[in-house]
């Protein structure tokens, strides 16, 4: 008998390129611009249990969502435990961003309770291991700069454009 696997790793097609989304048995733990390299610890599963398989289409269907500039509806279940807490408190005030909105790196420090975490935010925004779904790319520097972003500067621009926000 083999081990449960640790992780499922499942290709993502979009308008955009191929993404690809990465399970835990709770949840959505990964999601990779199309071109970047997964790196994964532990055992990869090659038949994802029908969990899985529905999480997925939540996933696909949130990700062209976001692709598109438009609401998403429902997403998967997210498995966030990569993070310290400080960065679990920065994505889930990342997740009340609303589509077309965005928030400083400032902002986002004072809404979780630390105002001089500036740069830490922006750390726990690299470190945000499902782009797109909990949005840092709604995250602006100060004077509506665009800041760095996991996906690349680029991602970023197209991302933001799709919504409608504009930026230095």
Not at 1 to 22: C, E, H, I, Q, Y
Not at 23 to 35: R, V
Not at 36 to 41: C, F, H, L, N, P
Request: hydrophobic content about 40%; some cysteine.
């Amino acid at each position: 008998m083999s081990p449960t696997p640790t992780v499922w790793m499942l290709p993502l097609n979009t308008r955009d390129g191929v993404f690809t989304a990465s399970y835990s048995a709770t949840g959505l733990c990964g999601l990779s611009f199309p071109g970047q390299i997964v790196a994964v610890s532990g055992d990869v599963g090659m038949d994802p249990p029908r969990k899985i398989k529905t999480w997925h289409r939540l996933t696909e269907s949130a990700v062209n969502h976001v692709l598109e500039g438009v609401g998403v509806g429902a997403f998967p279940p997210f498995d966030l435990d990569c993070g310290t807490p400080f960065q679990q408190k920065v994505w889930a005030a990342l997740q009340t961003i609303e589509l077309g909105s965005t928030k400083s790196y400032g902002e986002i420090a004072r809404v979780i309770g630390q105002p001089a975490a500036m740069r830490a935010v922006g750390g726990a925004c690299g470190a945000n291991p499902v782009p797109l779904l909990i949005p840092c790319h709604r995250v602006l520097a100060v004077g509506r700069k665009i800041g760095g972003f996991s996906g690349g500067i680029d991602w970023k621009k197209t991302l933001l454009k799709r919504e409608g926000i504009t930026f230095a």
